[in-house]
T-cell receptor, first 115, second 114 residues
Framework: DSGVTQTPKHLITATGQRVTLRCSPR?????VYWYQQSLDQGLQFLIQ???????AKGNILERFSAQQFPDLHSELNLSSLELGDSALYFC??????????????FGPGTRLTVL | DQQVKQNSPSLSVQEGRISILNCDYT??????FLWYKKYPAEGPTFLIS?????DKNEDGRFTVFLNKSAKHLSLHIVPSQPGDSAVYFC?????????????FGQGTTLQVKP
């Protein structure tokens, strides 16, 4: 158990809909990261927040947005869903904002299926 | 543009033998590299890392080698055990960037046969 929790574990929805994925970081961690793992793909970095502020952005679609709240939990919002958005979405957390030796701990993921 | 590549989708080895997983990268700004291990229905877990100032890092049965001139790293597992069967991801980071943006390879599925 990494100490990072993600809800829900599974989500099935239809195209055009909007969903929210939730992540609670390990106690004491200030950074939260979101990654997407599509079929046959590695993990793609989406976005990082550090202590409530956006710190880094990857190839995150404009239909996707995220935020980190004062209690440090984070939400990833996916809207106007398409079939290609079906994937595993992982949240990770770490103590620092970046740099080497700043180990990221991953949650178990949310599996999103868009029908 | 895949900056971190793991060209072997899968690898099968016999228990007790050596497993060698390979990873190539293209961005010369990367200066810190990590290996993560992932079991089904779980998130990735950190395994071992190496800084670009080193060419080798060892932790028990796991050793990572870095060849900067070839932009290549490899993970050696000796001896391999059935419990090592998992997906292994190589990842890279620009350490000076002050972000935790990890760039991952596609993963290699390792099967260790008893």
């Amino acid at each position: 158990d990494s100490g990072v929790t993600q809800t829900p574990k599974h989500l099935i929805t239809a195209t055009g809909q909007r969903v929210t994925l939730r992540c609670s970081p390990r106690s004491g961690d200030l950074s939260v990261y979101w990654y997407q793992q599509s079929l046959d793909q590695g993990l793609q970095f989406l976005i990082q927040y550090y202590n409530g502020e956006e710190r880094a952005k990857g190839n995150i679609l404009e239909r996707f947005s995220a935020q980190q709240f004062p209690d440090l939990h984070s939400e990833l919002n996916l809207s106007s869903l398409e079939l290609g958005d079906s994937a595993l979405y992982f949240c990770a957390s770490s103590i620092l904002s970046g740099g080497a030796y700043n180990e990221q701990f991953f949650g178990p993921g949310t599996r999103l299926t868009v029908l | 543009d895949q900056q971190v590549k793991q060209n072997s989708p899968s690898l099968s080895v016999q228990e007790g033998r050596i497993s060698i997983l390979n990873c190539d990268y293209t961005n010369s700004m990367f200066d810190y590299f990590l290996w993560y291990k992932k079991y089904p229905a779980e998130g990735p877990t950190f395994l071992i890392s190496i800084s670009s100032i080193k060419d080798k890092n060892e932790d028990g049965r796991f050793t990572v080698f870095l060849n900067k001139s070839a932009k290549h790293l490899s993970l050696h597992i000796v001896p391999s055990q059935p419990g090592d069967s998992a997906v292994y991801f190589c990842a890279a980071l620009i350490g000076s960037s002050n972000t935790g943006k990890l760039i991952f390879g596609q993963g290699t599925t390792l099967q260790v046969k008893p």
